[in-house]
């Protein structure tokens, strides 16, 4: 067990960062089409290929990877990259399945706003992000490191240095929920004038400080703490991706990305806000059976992919302040 | 101050109760046609005229009611009965403005599942939700009765017992957020094994108890404490109206009503589930004008939406405990 989305079985990650643009993405890779769905929660969100993981759409089930971006509207550029790497392998979804006619790589994508962040993106005609994009393709796997790094490079949370986080969990029956998440929220991951993470009654040993909330802290609905003041529109946004092996209908991830906002509502203070971009992708390997009833089997991996998420968030933040030796 | 929804000037609420059948209605009023917005998050809800409120259509800035009921699909005749208290009043949206057609009330509703609770359901051909519904709307005054009263009559949140909560706040700068809830809720509203509910970062003055996490708090993430067992479809809900005076668009309104979806969840674990019917209106009475850079001014109404709407839950819990003598 690595704590990362990636022990989920089939689940690779690549990263790739540009230390000049100071920008990065982060790949997420099963190894076989996935079943994918989506929960578009922020007022500002930029995405690509969301719309084929709707109900009653073809490819929702053929997902070959999810893309993940710093760059804003630029960082779409990155799922080209993905599909090249992918195309490369001859993967994808084949509507006319004959010699010539190129699957088409399935990469829904989203992305995240670092671009007042200081970083040289003078990049001329040619945004860095299809290379970016390519790059984490080609270095995917088991292993991926959390903090600056990934779509997480160049980001900010509230006022902390933002990150890549990620987080698993296995069931006593041998369920895997993994989160990746990319954090660059408007609001602050901590409670006000604590060193505690709103999420830290999700943490499981000490994976993000252990800090908790001081016992005489008081509520003041107007106080924020360490949010961003007054941004502009796009400025933030939180990425995440769900991976999970059960085998559930696309309706039913539906409803699991649907539990999922609820981890990031409980990991980040304001949520979901107008400048927030927040997308929350699950996808699903479908290698093992969600056993008991039905209804109980999925509000059981919603509430798993909530909670890991929660733990990914702050874990993302957690890695960037502790790298750079913030206390 | 009543630390009620109907802080919020111009706002009425009344509610009705039929204790044979262990359920009830409450009825949210304003004194002048209101902006809606609604965010519907569950995967079982019961609705009617929600599509009203989407964006693109006629009528959303004309609400005359909104109506939350116990009784399942049956309790959404009780906006009938609101209908017809706000007909005899000659209120509602006229599109034929000519004597002898009336005006039609727009009352946004949603139901949360009570069926099951040990009432008497033999109500015949004629359920008493279109009654209460009226009664409800002619008792709609600024105070009302928290706890087991009103939608929340015949609730249960998780294990506990459920009930109707509200709460408010009112900013330095004079504008006001108030909640109403009806917590019928799959999930629990207190952390596994702790007398504190999810919500205490959120409470003001003791207003629901005053308890606190205990320091030794250790996640088990399949431990949902107090949460309903195995339920079958839609027999839970948690449903909400929030109200605010600040004039805000319906796109910004229903940017609000996305970010309270924060302070559900924020209350309640599991939230969203499969078998939960969540719903969240907001309405506006526009009386106010709301400050400061557009984007910032709609995320600090969407937080503020959030943390009121996560003590009003906790509070209708705590209320109904309290007046049942519980510790």
Redesign the interface.
Known sequence: MRNLITDVEGISVGQAEDAGSVTGVSVIVPDCPALGAVCV?G?GPGTRESDVLAAGRLVFDSVDAICLSGGSAFGLAAADGVMAGLKAQGRGFALVPRPGVPATPIVPAAILYDLANGGNKDWGDTAPYARLGRQAFDAAGESFVLGPAGAGYGAAAGLAPGGTGSAS?V??DGLTVGALAAVNS??SVR?PGSAAF?AW????SGEFGGA??E?G?A?D??D?GAAKA????RENTTLACIAIDAAVTHD?LQ?IA??A??GM??AI???????DGDVIFVISTRKREAGG????A???L???A???LARAIARGVYESERQEGRP
Chains 1, 2 share one sequence.
């Open positions: 929660a007022g969990i069931t006593h408007f609001g409670m709103w009654p999700f943490e499981i908790r909330p016992p802290f509520f609905p107007e924020w007054d941004p502009s529109p039913e409803r649907q539990m906002l609820a509502a409980r203070r304001p949520v979901f806000a107008p400048t009833s039905r209804p109980l999925i509000a059981r919603g509430e798993l909530a909670s890991t």
